[in-house]
């Protein structure tokens, strides 16, 4: 089945820790993002990536990077300098102009 | 800056009711509005709008878009307990990359 998958689920950060988070399609999209969302809230860009080899910062880019090596991946790696990373974080991709589609998500949670 | 706002904030109804959430914006450039349902995990996508006036419409659901006022509504009837869930209203603008700008949320609990 084609789709977004993100891992792992649950993660768990330790003080000046570098965690990465994974997320892979099979869907063919071009266009990759990350979001975070925080409780009660709605969800905010990181990183987006329209073409491989290419990305750039969304509206709260600091503390966070990613790459984009190959179309079907785009990791995200949460750094120590992110001091406040408990959140959960989403990861989508589109064919413009199709809608974003969305994986299950990862929630990180500070030790 | 580009702004999204949702309400209410939450909702509290009993199957069976209609329900209807908003979302109004401010977005320079204007492409599409898209309203989302979010339960446990991944938001699922319901509808795209880009033309004011015409309903789109899917079952028990329904939303239109009115490009005049910046705003739009989202019709739940006869609500289910599955209707449960928080609803997301975004916002994409032209050559932006195809991002979208997220309002809060509303939480919506149907009770039996």
């Known amino acids: 089945d084609g789709g977004i998958t993100q891992s792992p689920k649950y993660l768990f950060r330790k003080e000046g820790q570098n965690v990465t988070l994974s997320c892979e399609q099979n869907?063919?999209?071009?266009?990759m993002y990350w979001y975070r969302q925080d409780p009660g809230q709605g969800l905010r860009l990181i990183y987006y990536?329209?073409?491989?080899?290419?990305?750039q910062k969304g509206d709260i880019a600091e503390g966070y990077s990613v790459s984009r090596e190959k179309k079907e991946s785009f990791p995200l790696t949460v750094t120590s300098a992110q001091k406040n990373p408990t959140a959960f974080y989403l990861c989508?991709?589109?064919?413009?102009?199709?809608?974003?589609?969305f994986g299950d998500g990862t929630r990180l949670s500070i030790l | 800056e580009d702004k999204v706002v949702q309400s209410p904030l939450s909702l509290v109804v009993h199957e069976g009711d209609t329900v209807t959430l908003n979302c109004s914006y401010e977005?320079?450039?204007?492409?599409?509005l898209l309203w989302y349902k979010q339960e446990k995990k991944a938001p699922t996508f319901l509808f795209m709008l880009?033309?004011?006036?015409i309903e789109k419409k899917s079952g028990r659901l329904s939303s239109i878009l009115d490009k005049k006022e910046l705003f739009s509504i989202l019709n739940i009837t006869a609500t289910q307990t599955g209707d449960s869930a928080v609803y997301l209203c975004?916002?994409?603008?032209?050559?932006?990359?195809?991002?979208?700008?997220f309002g809060g949320g509303t939480r919506l609990m149907v009770k039996p």
């Open positions: 990536s329209q073409i491989v080899n290419d990305f």
């Open positions: 880009t033309s004011s006036g």
């Open positions: 989508a991709s589109s064919a413009p102009p199709q809608p974003q589609h």
């Open positions: 977005v320079t450039n204007f492409r599409s």
């Open positions: 869907l063919n999209h071009d266009a």
């Open positions: 975004a916002v994409e603008a032209y050559n932006a990359g195809n991002m979208l700008t």
